[in-house]
C-alpha cells in the first residue's frame, strides 16, 4: 500500500484530475438518461439561463436539464462531497482508516426519524415542505449526541468508547427502524425506498436546504486540519504541543456529523462513500489533511454522481437505488482493504 502513496508534490496533480473527473462526470450526468442532451445544448441551456435569456433550442430539453438533471446531478455531488470529507476527518480523528461517518450513529438516527415520518400518513403538504429530510437531520444529529453523552466520562470522550456507543445507538435505532416497518402496512414502499438511498425527490429547494449546513461543515473542517494532523501522533504528544485535544475531538465530531446528517437527510442511506474516497485519495497523495479533506470531496462527489448515473441508466425500466450501487462497488473494496490491513499487521 505505501509504494502507492504519491508524493505531497503530486497533490496539484491528483487535484485536477479529480477536479476534471467531477467536471465530466456531472456533464455525462446531465447529458444521459432517457432523453440526451448533447453537450452543445447545455452549454447553450446554462449560458441562456445565467444571461436572463431564453434558449431558442428544443425548450424540452431545457426543462429537463434545468429543473430535472441538473439539481439531481448537484445534490449527488454535495452529498458524496460531504460523506467522503466527513469520512476523511473521522478516519483522522479514529487514527483508523476503516472509519466511517455512518460509525458513530447518523445513519440509525436518520433512518429511524425519517421512517417515522414516512409511516405517519402525514399531509401531503408536509411531505412537499421536507419533513422527511428535516426529520432524518434532526434524527442524525439526536443519535451521535446520545453517543457522545455516553462516551464522555469525567469531562473526557474517549473514541474507542464513542465507538462502542455509537454501535450501541445504531443497534436501537435500528430495532425502532424494523419496529416501524414492520408496523407500516402499505407505507412500507416509500420507507423502503429512502432506506435504499437515491435523489429521486432532488429539486433546487432541496439543493439550497442541504448546501448551507454541509457548506459550513466543511469549512470547520477544513480548518481543524492542522489539528487532525497533530492527533495522528497520540493525545498526550498532541496535548504537549498545545493542542487543545477534547476541543478538537468533539469539534471534529460535531462538524462530521453536521455533515454528514445534512447528506443523509438529502439522500437516504448510502453506504461507502466516506470510506472509498477518503482511502484512495490518502494513497495518492499522502495524509496530510487539508489536501486530504479537499481531494476527498472531489473525489466523493465524482464517485456519487457516477454511482447516480449507473444507478439510473443500469436498468431499462426504471431508477435503481444508489445504495445498491455504492454497496455493490464498496463491499469488495471495504474486504479488500481489510484484507491489505492484516497483512500489514501482520
Known sequence: MAALRLQPSRQPVVGFALLAALVGSMALGVAVGRVAIPIADQISIV???????????????????LDVRLPRVILAALTGAALATAGAALQGLFRNPLADPYLVGVSSGASAA?????????????????????AAFGGGLAAVSLALVLARVG??????????????????????????????GERIFAAYAWLLGGFNTSSWELVLRVAIPIGAGLVVLLTLAPSLDLLQLDEEAAAAMG???????LVTIAAATLVAAAAVSASGLIAFVGLIAPHIVRLLAGPTHRPLLVLSALGGAAFLVLADLAARTVLPDGNLPVGVVTAAIGGPFFLILLRLRQERIA
Open 47 to 65: 449560458a441562456a439561463q445565467l444571461g436572463g435569456r431564453t434558449f431558442e433550442g428544443d425548450t424540452r430539453l431545457a426543462a429537463i436539464l
Open 114 to 134: 425519517a421512517v417515522l415520518v414516512l409511516t405517519m400518513s402525514l399531509p401531503p403538504l408536509a411531505y412537499a415542505l421536507g419533513a422527511v429530510q428535516l
Open 155 to 184: 469531562g473526557q470522550t474517549s473514541v474507542a468508547s464513542l465507538l462502542l456507543a455509537g454501535i450501541a445507538v445504531a443497534a436501537i435505532g435500528g430495532a425502532l427502524s424494523s419496529f416501524l416497518l414492520f408496523s407500516s
Open 243 to 249: 493542542l487543545r485535544v477534547e476541543r478538537t475531538k
